[in-house]
Every structure is written in structure tokens, then in C-alpha cells.
């Protein structure tokens, strides 16, 4: 069964810094584009960041760049999200989310999302 | 404000047909990418449903289709079920962005 679990969120201060990871199993991990997607309370989507199969290539949304980065362990199965100077609006449920064989963004399975509380 | 455009809510009674749009521009939809559309139910991860414009992935019913003409896109739902009722999302690549976008989400009630 092809599953993303989630773990690392929880709750930091304006400014701290936090690492979400993803464990992927039931799939080539490596052959895989992964995102991270990220849903603020009571609202839409954001796709934040994205990252080849090999990691060689690395794309991030404005509201995230210079602040967060994106990697992968394919030794591991697992993806990154280091998050550094977080901001009250970086609050949110983080999803990771596997990209379909061919494309970069059409997500065709997505983690149950982790939280994260930015917030003195 | 996003960079694609949905309406907030779409309803219709149980075995209706109702469509959900999706506008864009000629950095996104307009200069070729596809759209992708998912559902949200409460409380869970999105899940796709329609990909590359029309395409269903294996477990989406045939209910569900999708198009895409231009700087828009259209996700049809035929015989509308009371399960139905859900959040949708469209999303795509956008070239000024370098990056994925998605629509603001359309919440469907089903009457």
C-alpha cells in the first residue's frame, strides 16, 4: 500500500525554526517528484515547495523562499521541509504529497498532514 | 487573492449536474499547463480527481470529468450524490510564478 506519514510539527515561536519529515512506503521513492502543500485554518490550498525524484531539482513558492528548503533521502524514503524564521502566517496543516509518474504537480497521494502553530 | 479563480459555492439537489469553474491566465492555463482538480472532504487530505485537464485516476467514479478550453477549466459532477459534498480544488503551473498554483476552492453542498 503506497502511504506518506507525516511527523515533526507542532508548536514554535515567531521566528524558531522547524524540520517536518515524510516517510514514504509502497512505492520507488526515488523515481517520485514530492511537494509540500500546506493549508492555513479554515482555508485553501498553498503548494509551498517541490523537488525531483532525484533531488537534483528544487522549486519554491514566493511566500516560503529563502526561509524554507526542501530535500530528500532516497537511501530513506523520506522528504524535508526545514523550516527556518517561521511567521504566525506560516501556521498551518503541512501535507506531503507524491506527484504522478511524468508530472511535477498532479498529486496523487497525499499524507494524512501534520500541524504546525506558529505563536508566542 | 488567487492566482486561479473559483466561485466559493456550487450547489445542486441529489442527482443534478452541477460544474465548477476555474479561470486563469496566460501564465498558467492559457500557456498550455494542465489542470488538475482534487476533492476535500471535512477533515481529511485532499484527494485527486481529475488530472492533466480530463483524466481520471484509478478509484475516481465516471461521475466526475473535467476541461479545459483556454484560460479556463470546468470539473463536471453528473448524478449528484449526497457524498459529493465536499471541497474542490483546481491547480496548475504557473510560469511568472515558477511554481504550482491553486484556486481559491469551491464548496459544494448538495441540497
Known amino acids: 500500500e503506497v502511504q506518506l506519514v507525516e511527523s515533526g510539527g507542532g508548536l514554535v515561536q515567531p521566528g524558531g525554526s522547524l524540520r517536518l519529515s515524510c516517510a514514504a512506503s509502497?512505492?520507488?521513492?526515488?523515481?517520485?517528484?514530492m511537494s509540500w502543500v500546506r493549508q492555513a485554518p479554515g482555508k485553501g490550498l498553498e503548494w509551498v515547495s517541490a523537488i525531483s525524484g532525484s533531488g537534483g531539482n528544487t522549486y519554491y513558492a514566493d511566500s516560503v523562499k529563502g526561509r524554507f528548503t526542501i530535500s530528500r533521502d532516497n537511501s530513506k524514503n523520506t522528504l524535508y521541509l526545514q523550516m527556518h524564521s517561521l511567521r504566525a502566517e506560516d501556521t498551518a496543516v503541512y501535507y506531503c504529497?507524491?506527484?504522478?509518474?511524468?508530472?511535477?504537480?498532479?498529486?496523487?497521494?497525499w499524507g494524512q498532514g501534520t500541524m504546525v502553530t506558529v505563536s508566542s | 487573492q488567487s492566482v486561479l479563480t473559483q466561485p466559493p459555492s456550487v450547489s445542486g439537489a441529489p442527482g443534478q449536474r452541477v460544474t465548477i469553474s476555474c479561470t486563469g491566465s496566460s501564465s498558467n492555463m492559457g500557456a498550455g499547463y494542465d489542470v488538475h482538480w482534487y476533492q476535500q472532504l471535512p477533515g481529511t487530505a485532499p484527494k485527486l480527481l481529475i488530472y492533466s485537464n480530463n483524466n481520471r485516476p484509478s478509484g475516481a467514479p465516471d461521475r466526475f470529468s473535467g476541461s479545459k478550453s483556454g484560460t479556463s477549466a470546468s470539473l463536471a459532477i453528473t448524478g449528484l450524490q449526497a457524498e459529493d459534498e465536499a471541497d474542490y480544488y483546481c491547480q496548475s503551473y504557473d510560469s511568472s510564478l515558477s511554481g504550482s498554483v491553486f484556486g481559491g476552492g469551491t464548496k459544494l453542498t448538495v441540497l
Open positions: 509502497g512505492f520507488t521513492f526515488s523515481n517520485y517528484a
Open positions: 504529497a507524491k506527484a504522478r509518474m511524468g508530472t511535477t504537480f498532479a498529486f496523487e497521494i
